[in-house]
Each structure stands twice: as C-alpha cells, then as structure tokens.
C-alpha cells in the first residue's frame, strides 16, 4: 500500500521560511515525477512545483525565486524550501506522486495535505 506522509508545515511570521517534506512508503519501483500543489479556504488547489526524473524543475509565478523543490529520488521523498513567506501563501500543501510504479501497476497518489498558515 502506497502512501504519502507530508510534514514541515506550521505557523509562521510574514517574511519567515518553512520547509515542507513528503515521503512516499510502500513497494515502489520507480516515481516518474513529485510535485507540490496548495489549496487556499474557498479555492481551487493550483500548482506550486514539480520535479521530474531527469532533474528538470518547474513553478508557478508564485513560487518562483521564493520556493525551491528538491527530491531524493533514492529515497521517494521530495521537499519545498519556502523563503520569504507572504500571507496570500496560506494553504494546505500537497504532495503528489505522478506515474509511481508499483508491483500492481502505475498510477498517480496524493498526500492528505499539510496547513502552512502565514501571519502578517
């Protein structure tokens, strides 16, 4: 069985950092690609970052020269430095695994969320 635990996720002050974590457990071959999203009260979740297999990374506006995504592929677990943290950053943060093998086949998971909550 599959799952996803994220972790790093808190209260913290307009400006402040925080570092979100997220591990992937279970028998897995392989992770084609982790990413972030967020989803703020009475909004869609949106896309924060991805990193892919071959090391490409990508963000949202939002996140760009604030956020940093790094994974350890050896170990299924990706992380998302956030620096300079603004109120509107506020959310629920998810983990998503895209194409994650399994002896049972592939197919996408999400983690249950971590509350970032960022006071002005």
């Known amino acids: 069985q599959v799952q996803l635990v994220e972790s790093g996720g808190g209260l913290v002050e307009s400006g402040g950092s925080l570092k979100l974590s997220c591990l992937a457990s279970?028998?897995?071959?392989?992770?084609?690609?982790m990413s972030w999203y967020r989803q703020a009260p009475g909004k869609e979740r949106e896309f924060v970052a991805k990193?892919?297999?071959?090391?490409?990374?990508e963000y949202a506006d939002t996140a760009k020269d604030r956020f940093t995504i790094s994974r350890d592929y050896s170990k299924h677990t990706v992380s998302l430095q956030m620096n300079s943290l603004k109120p509107e950053d506020t959310a629920v943060y998810f983990c998503?695994?895209?194409?994650?093998?399994?002896?049972?086949?592939?197919?996408?998971?999400w983690g249950q969320g971590t509350q970032v909550t960022v006071s002005s």
């Open positions: 990193a892919a297999r071959n090391n490409r990374t």
């Open positions: 279970g028998t897995i071959f392989s992770i084609s690609q």
């Open positions: 998503k695994a895209n194409r994650l093998a399994t002896p049972q086949g592939v197919s996408d998971y």
